[in-house]
């Protein structure tokens, strides 16, 4: 069976969804539904302490029997908070050791700082932990992250939450040959045909969180996004066609017309 | 006692806080959480060893939803 392998561990599902954005938890869990994810990231923040002790929790719509989380460090701008967030995050997940490093270098675009996203990588592997790597497109920070130890690299598609898909698959296409690991596009992916291109480019998965939750039907959405990893997948294992300008050899017999 | 919890002040009528007492005082326990004291992780185990004191700062977090 063709399945994504990450750190030992294989999925049917190569379509990753965040968690964030949602009108409330039943449609978080509707859309993760729709979706067939089997990841999903979460974030790490501050308990409300106080007034609402009874209130519900993420985790209790997402069980963790039938999830495996991937605690992120979105909102990190160096990596001593990266490193710090993501340890919080083992401490509260009971040991679980498969994450989502991001750097941010800048909040209006939310480009990934990639200096201190390299350094945090580098603390976080020897620290044990399965780091999968939100970065820039850039083929040899891509390679360096591999030598580094982390076990996926996920080059953004275009910006955070931009919608506007995949900007540069050169780039992309030159990152997944270098690669012996996963390579899944992150961020950027606006629409289920941005997400096939992905698949067919070679990507091993798409992680997205926007495009899903900010349709103006987000349960359809991520029904459409399963479908479009799946398709994208099943065209890049089937091998397009070759491109050309014109072909001169028609689908029909070019023989046994009426005259 | 005052501690500086999740960046706001909080003043306790007692003298001796474990971190579990404290857990169940701001009734977060049975919650999936995680605590830093000054910096360091205290893990679950050592909750109820764990003994705090005036001033400390502690940061309690937990998983919500996120990209």
Known sequence: MDTLNIAGKSYHSRLLVGTGKYKDFTETRAAIDASGAQIVTVAIRRTNIGQNAGEASLLDYLPPEEFTYLPNTAGCYSADDAVRTLRLARELLDGHKLVKLEVLGDPRTLYPNMIETLKAAETLVKDGFDVMVYCSDDPIIAKQLEDIGCCAVMPLASLIGSGMGILNPWNLQIIIENANIPVLVDAGVGTASDAAIAMELGCQGVLMNTAIAAARDPILMASAMKRAVEAGRDAYLAGRMPKKLYSAAPSSPTSGMIE | ?67
Do not use: C, W, Y
């Open chain 2, 1 to 67: 006692m005052h501690l500086l919890i999740n960046g706001n002040s909080r003043d306790f009528d007692h003298s001796s806080l474990t971190v579990e007492a404290l857990v169940t005082l701001l009734g977060l326990q049975g919650k999936r959480l995680a605590i830093e004291l000054n910096g360091d992780i205290v893990p679950r185990s050592a909750f109820q060893a764990t003994a705090l004191k005036a001033g400390d700062k502690l940061e309690i977090v937990g998983a919500v939803g996120g990209g």
